[in-house]
Each structure stands twice: as structure tokens, then as C-alpha cells.
């Protein structure tokens, strides 16, 4: 039986741009990592939204106290067989694969993840143009669609190779993909796609297609509260349902 080692992918009230805390993501860091100890998991990532994300996003500012909280942590639940990693859910804003974060930022983070979000503050025009206009009109008047899914596919590949990702979240979802190339891509530079819990992306369709591309995959939830840490139910079935080759999750072991 396939067991889940770990969820590498969860938001907490810091998740929250210029909101009050609370309002986007509702638990605290405790309360997450609590919740994976309770599940037995042996890792539980945070990872807030970027800072480019004016909703959603993580405060720079807030960020060492992040840290302190985690070592904190650690120092409790590291002897109980609990690893807390702090990520962060970067946004990818621009054409050239640009995210809203820099080298100081990537330094103080065990692991990066990447996603594309609406709201994410786009670097230029033309990028807004690209990233933002193209992928929103593309979808009324539909002759756009392609066009903008070669530039999401490019942007996504210049962003694996620029930065160190070792996640990409939701792949295809908000924003579609060419995913046999973005999957491609990602064995290249080692990179792991998400088969998320809470967006449709990858969905059965997506993990069909790149059935025979032997890149990383985890199953995450993707949660937003406390409760929801650890459920991997809609990313399994989906999995399930594709007949993927499990041993291909990074998350999960197999155990008799
Ligand atoms: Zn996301
Ligand atoms: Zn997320």
C-alpha cells in the first residue's frame, strides 16, 4: 500500500497580502505543522503565496519571524520524527520566466514553489500584456487561446532554468499549458510537477499525456486551513484514475 510521507505544500495566515491575517489562509503555522504530526507525516512544508501577489502574498517583513517560528518548532517536533521545511509559492510574472523573489529570498528558503496566480503584480507592460491580458482575453474570444499558451509554456521553461524550482504548483491550472513540454522541461532541470488537492491541474487528462515522461510528481493538498492538511483525496483520485506509476511521487512509499 501507498502511504503519504509528507505534504510539501500548505498556507498559513501569513498567506495574506494587505489583508488582515486571517482572511485568505485561516491557521497558524502550529496549527499545520500539529496537524501533519497528528497524521504521522515525516515532513510538512509551508509554503505562503510570494510577495508579488497583492491579495495573497507573503510580507517580506514577516518572513524572519516565519523562520523563528519554524526553528521553534523544530526543536519540538524534529526529535518526534516531524521535518518542517519553509517554502514559499513564488509567482512566476514575467515572459522571460521572472518571479516575484530574489537570491536573498531563495537563500533563507529550504524549498521553492512555483505557481501562477491571478493578482500576481506583473513585472512590465509587456509582460501584462503577455502573462495577464493575453491568458484572460485569450479565453473570451478563444483565437488568443493557443497564443497564449505557448507564451505560459515559455515562460514556464525559462523559469525552471533561471531558477532553483523544485515544485511547480498546479501546472496548467488559471493559466493552460502545452504540459508535455513544461513536463519535459522539467526533467531537464529536476524539477517536480504538483498533481494538486485543490485546483484541477494536473488533472486525469494532463497526467495521461505525460504518462511516458518520467519527471517528479507530488500530491499536495494545498491547504488553506489546518483541516485540510494532509487531505490529498482529490490529487489521488485523479492519480488513480490515470493509472500513473505511483513510484514516480515523491511523497508516498510504498509499505506492506
Ligand atoms: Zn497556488
Ligand atoms: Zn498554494
Redesign the pocket.
Known sequence: MYKLTGDF?T?TIYSRGYKKKGTHAKGTIQENVEAAYRLGLDTIVL?E?GPGHYLYGLRVKDLPQIRNEIMRLREIYEPKGLKILLGL?SNIVGLDGELDIDDKIIDQLDILLM?YHYGATPVGFTDAVGLYWTTQIGKLIGSREDHARDIMTQAYLKAMERYPIDII?HPGSKAKVHIREVAEGAVKTNTALEISS?HDELSVESLKLIKDIDVKLYIDS?AHEPERVGDIVKGLNKALEADIDFSRVQNMIWED
Open positions: 505544500h498556507h509554503s503565496h509559492e505557481g504548483t485543490k494545498d
